[in-house]
């Protein structure tokens, strides 16, 4: 679970390794840096990965109703190239949301922006005018696949990327 918490906040996965489970982070999560906990039944992208880490968890109490799996993927293909591929070959029916750039879209509607689209843009001797919005921040790309509706387990897959690092896929499910 380290591993999924860390590769969350930027950083890198353990090495991948077979062998014994890993000491674990809380009675309620199985995680190792390989498939073994990987039970969403999504495809695993095959290409230049460079880390993987599983989790599955269930309830609390040792709940057996409520139970979770989930598999991170690093991967050093280009961003458009892992969300291709998820679109083929993931089962009918399934959609992909993407951003190309947050910090773009975030510039796009700053304040400043928003008003000027609502016809509220201030003139040039507007001394009440806001200053121009800071500079973007990194770009991060985004992509969520999501199931038809109706689709049992809740599942998904999201491709993430941030500036030129690699590009990480996450996949999950729910089962109940």
Request: hydrophobic share 35%; proline share 10%.
């Amino acid at each position: 679970m380290k591993d999924v918490m860390q590769l969350s906040k930027g950083g890198a996965l353990g090495p991948g390794a077979d062998g014994p489970d890993p000491q674990q982070a809380d009675g309620n999560t199985l995680a190792a840096p390989d498939f073994r906990y990987d039970k969403t039944g999504l495809p695993r992208y095959p290409d230049a990965v460079s880390g993987v880490v599983s989790a599955y968890t269930y309830g609390t109490g040792g709940e057996q109703d409520v139970k979770g799996s989930s598999v991170a993927i690093v991967t050093g293909s280009s961003f458009d190239t892992a969300v291709a591929w998820y679109v083929k070959n993931l089962p009918p029916g399934w959609r992909a949301q993407t951003v190309g750039d947050f910090g773009a879209l975030a510039q796009q509607l700053s304040p400043q922006n928003l008003g000027k689209m609502l016809g509220m843009g201030a003139s040039a001797d507007d001394q009440t005018a806001s200053p121009p919005a800071p500079p973007a921040g990194p770009q991060i790309k985004v992509s969520i696949l999501t199931p038809p509706k109706g689709t049992a387990n809740d599942p998904g897959v999201m491709i993430v990327q941030k500036d030129q690092d690699p590009v990480k896929i996450l996949m999950k499910i729910n089962m109940r």
